[in-house]
């Protein structure tokens, strides 16, 4: 879809609203205002095979509460519980976080009410089995998900992202919506101290495929003008400088090698762009990155890492060799792990584990790591309870720089330091699966990552699909051995432009630039920062649908 800021008969076309970004958030904007009438400007720096951002990478994981999904396999959700345990995670403690505060209210009555049926509405089914992530800090009150709550999206992310794309290309087609594809923005026109369009470059265009980084060659330039503009252009995650700068004191020192969860042109230009014209940037020491990055063997984008979505059975040890305390087990406090991890003045950690482990528990993060779920496919689909690990699984496993695999504990060691230049205590690893293994000569155990594993398992999706029973390492009928090098991998920012409710961007003064708007990644997902200091998981993508239409209906009350 070109752009085309004439008609046929060469007339001007006045644009109701103009929304920097052509991602998830960017595209709800764009379908709430259409179906409202109105006439959309999209303008975006990447070429059209990049439409969708993000989101088309993702796993296409949602959050939501009490679901037939949910119930279906006996989990018992409840608005109250959901809120204890949002509010637990995000810790909430600064002036800046009221508006933060109001959007985790609003979402949480969302995702606990009329988010389903509204996705559903539009075409989007979830998988039966609900996944538990997050599994929290070990009290009631704090940090984690008391329940299973992670939904994943019957077509990962591009299957979320269908039926708001398909609206856009109606809107074109309809002559209602243009989208602007290689057209940055670096500057945000103001007129009587209203944000009242966009002024920017135009790139040489770039057939370069999804993923891969474009071209930043200037060839023209160019203004357009609205009553609004939204900005939905996404966070810092591909700007290792940014995310850097930003790191907090909390989480250490800065990881002095990262590798990158998204494509560059996630590079938070227009946090910077829009400051400069009035908005408010809160919590930007709020970040969310992993600790189980590996590196992408067959890598779409410059230092391409994958996250392991793992289960909770692999022994993880820092780079010395030293046991990960309680209850920092795999899959349940992301932050909490990285602050402990920077603390070792070391960039990466271990995973060891046995070849059973790793045909139930490890799962990929991405929608081209998941073909069963992405392309809908029920017979690759079948594998993922069939023995074997799956295929993308495997692979990684085969060709990936990160793992050792051996059938003994020594080998396994010479194959780690053969990949770290970092020394380690072998005999304290070797000590660890030990004692791990002589626990499981009874059906019980002192050790709290065992009894972590066992009760999952009462969780039938856990049990079916998601964590392997317990063995004891050794046993050769479970190998072989393998070991996993971890490294850090950026991915979501938690801080943005501070917003109201309704999307309109806030100022230092504590009310609205007028005629500006954010939504998406760029508003730490809503109000500057919805998540606060931690994210529940599954609650990323569901935070550009409700912060999008929330924007959305924002400039419809405006524009009356």
Wanted: hydrophobic share 40%.
């Amino acid at each position: 879809m070109p752009v085309n800021a004439q008609s046929a008969s060469g007339e001007s076309i006045e644009f109701d609203a103009i929304i920097v970004g052509a991602g998830l958030a960017g595209l709800v904007t764009a379908g709430e205002l259409l179906d409202a009438g109105k006439r959309v400007l999209v303008v975006e720096q990447e070429p059209p095979q990049s439409l969708g951002g993000q989101a088309f990478w993702s796993f296409g994981g949602l959050f939501l509460i009490d679901s037939p999904e949910q119930r279906r396999m006996g989990v018992h959700d409840s608005l109250e519980l959901a809120r204890q345990d949002w509010f637990g995670t995000a810790a909430f403690d600064r002036e800046e976080d009221l508006w933060p505060r109001r959007w985790a209210e609003a979402y949480l009555e969302f995702a606990a009410g009329e988010k389903r049926s509204w996705l559903r509405s539009k075409g989007v089914k979830l998988f039966p089995v609900v996944g538990w992530a997050e599994r929290g800090s070990g009290t009631a009150g704090g940090h984690g998900n008391s329940v299973p709550r992670f939904h994943i999206t019957w077509g990962t992310g591009p299957g979320l992202l269908q039926p708001f794309i398909a609206r856009v290309r109606q809107g074109h087609a309809d002559g209602r919506a243009t989208l602007a594809h290689r057209h940055r923005v670096d500057e945000l026109l103001i007129d009587d101290g209203r944000v009242v369009g966009v002024r920017g470059s135009i790139l040489r265009e770039d057939d370069m495929e999804r993923g891969v980084a474009s071209n930043r060659d200037v060839v023209g330039e160019f203004e357009f003008r609205a009553p609004a503009v939204v900005v939905t252009s996404g966070g810092i995650g591909g700007n290792h400088e940014l995310v850097r700068r930003n790191w907090p004191e909390r989480l250490g020192t800065p990881p002095a090698h990262m590798l990158a969860g998204v494509p560059a042109h996630v590079d938070g230009r227009m946090i910077g762009i829009s400051e400069q014209a009035g908005a408010r940037v809160i919590n930007g020491d709020r970040m969310w990155h992993y600790t189980e990055g590996i590196q992408n063997w067959s890598p779409v984008w410059q230092n391409h890492g994958i996250r392991i979505l793992p289960g909770p059975s692999s022994l993880w040890f820092d780079a010395e060799g030293n046991r990960l305390p309680a209850p920092l087990f795999p899959g349940f406090d992301t932050l909490g792990t990285l602050e402990h991890l920077q603390q070792t003045g070391h960039d990466h950690s271990w995973f060891v584990l046995t070849q059973k482990i790793l045909e139930k528990e490890f799962t990929l993060s991405g929608s081209e790591q998941n073909p069963d779920l992405t392309d809908k496919n029920i017979g690759l689909l079948l594998q993922r309870v069939r023995p074997g690990a799956p295929a993308p699984v495997e692979a990684f496993k085969q060709h990936g720089a990160d793992f050792v695999v051996a059938a003994t504990l020594p080998e396994l060691f010479s194959g780690m330091r053969a990949i770290s230049d970092v020394p380690f205590d072998d005999k304290a690893i070797e000590r660890t699966v030990l004692e791990h293994d002589r626990e499981l000569d009874n059906g019980f155990s002192k050790d709290a990552q065992l009894t972590a594993i066992t009760s999952a398992r009462r969780y039938r999706g856990d049990k079916l699909i998601r964590v392997a029973s317990p063995h004891k390492f050794l046993d050769p009928k479970a190998g072989p051995l393998i070991a996993v090098k971890l490294h850090i991998l950026t991915r979501k920012t938690l801080g943005g432009l501070e917003t109201d409710l309704q999307g309109r961007a806030q100022n230092a003064e504590g009310t609205s630039v007028r005629g500006l708007y954010a939504a998406g990644e760029v508003s730490g997902f809503g109000g500057g920062g919805v998540h606060g200091y931690r994210s529940l998981e599954g609650t990323f993508l569901g935070g550009c649908l409700f912060s999008g239409r929330q924007a959305a209906r924002g400039v419809l009350a405006d524009l009356r």
